[in-house]
């Protein structure tokens, strides 16, 4: 398998703009995280999806972000419109539950003008 | 909010020696585990203690768990400059989320 598949890679954007990023977890993997990292902040969990459902989004900071999972094999965290102090890594991460290691992927720098 | 806390913030040590950091944590857990980021790189697992066991060791990593005390230790012995990155404790309650400490900046020196 290849791992966490994350795009873009690298985002720049302006101030309004949508931005979406996406995701491919390792096929089996049950459960889906979205995380955001940042020298203020440190690593915080956005929201995790369990078998496609969002089972639980208090982590995702307000209603400018949406995060879907249509299929087992995809998911996107949207930011709409973006602002500044969206400018982070965006780690997409999986694993098969509970009690068990969680893949990253190589994540995605979003740097929002 | 983050459940671990690591300790040193950042360590700097000679190629060759050992780098030991510590974890605390503040609610029951179901197990502990331990991720190592690389710069401008993904988190990649370490090892995963669970609440019921001690000790664990993988290669040159031991993993301590005391949850008396709700602490861990993370041992590399004989590190390299290779083992230069961020140390993550995360804490896997009964939520199926895993919490995150802010990291412990590792830097081997040759």
């Known amino acids: 398998d290849a791992g966490v598949i994350q795009s873009p890679r690298h985002e720049v954007t302006e101030m309004g703009q949508e931005v979406t990023l996406r995701c491919k977890p390792i096929s089996g993997h049950d459960y889906l995280f979205w995380y955001r990292q940042t020298m203020m902040r440190g690593l915080e969990l956005l929201i995790y999806?369990?078998?496609?459902?969002?089972?639980?989004d208090s982590g995702m900071p307000e209603d400018r972000f949406s995060a879907k999972m249509p299929n087992a094999s995809f998911s996107t965290l949207k930011i709409q419109p973006s602002e500044p102090r969206d400018s982070a890594v965006y780690f997409c991460?999986?694993?098969?539950?509970?009690?068990?290691?969680?893949?990253f992927g190589p994540g995605t720098r979003l740097t929002v003008l | 909010s983050q459940q671990g806390e690591e300790d040193p913030q950042a360590l700097s040590i000679q190629e060759g020696e050992n780098a030991t950091m510590n974890c605390s944590y503040k609610t029951s857990i179901n197990n502990l585990q331990w991720y190592r980021q690389n710069s401008g790189r993904g988190l990649v697992h370490l090892i995963l203690?669970?609440?019921?066991?001690r000790e664990k060791h993988s290669g040159r990593l031991r993993v301590t768990l005391d949850t008396s005390k709700k602490s861990s230790s993370l041992l590399i012995t004989a590190s390299r400059a290779a083992d230069t990155a961020s140390y993550f404790c995360a804490t896997d309650g009964n939520d199926y989320k895993l919490s995150f400490g802010a990291g412990t900046t590792v830097t081997v020196r040759a």
């Open positions: 203690i669970r609440s019921n066991e």
């Open positions: 991460a999986s694993n098969e539950g509970s009690g068990h290691e969680q893949f």
């Open positions: 999806f369990n078998n496609n459902v969002p089972i639980d």
